[in-house]
């Protein structure tokens, strides 16, 4: 079993900032990479930022220079830093990791996370 807890969402006005965090527990013998997505109503589901486990990070070009994904390995847990929101930033926001089980090391699952408002409003 596995889990992801997010948390940080919000209500913040044009140009606030907000941070989310989201951290894995269970059977995670190692995690590969962890990234943000996010789905606004009536649209489809899209990478906001990754960031492997070596740390490498990729950015979709509208949150480029706004947004910095981070992660703590010892804690299992990946960060979006999120800064200048705009309204276009109000979505859903789900986090996503990609691990190895204890079960099978040679298998890499996927998992999302429930999901966490932002609002961007004035």
């Known amino acids: 079993q596995v889990q992801l807890v997010e948390s940080g969402g919000g209500l913040v006005q044009p140009g606030g900032s907000l941070r989310l965090s989201c951290a894995a527990s269970?059977?995670?013998?190692?995690?590969?990479?962890m990234g943000w997505y996010r789905q606004a109503p009536g649209k489809q589901r899209e990478l906001v930022a990754a960031?492997?486990?070596?740390?490498?990070?990729n950015y979709a070009d509208s949150v480029k220079g706004r947004f910095t994904i981070s992660r703590d390995n010892a804690k299992n847990t990946v960060y979006l830093q999120m800064n200048s929101l705009k309204p276009e930033d109000t979505a859903v926001y789900y986090c996503n990791v990609r691990f190895r089980p204890y079960s099978d090391v040679t298998r890499v699952d996927d998992y999302w996370g429930q999901g966490t408002q932002v609002t961007v409003s004035s």
């Open positions: 269970g059977s995670i013998l190692s995690i590969e990479d």
């Open positions: 960031i492997t486990s070596g740390g490498t990070t």
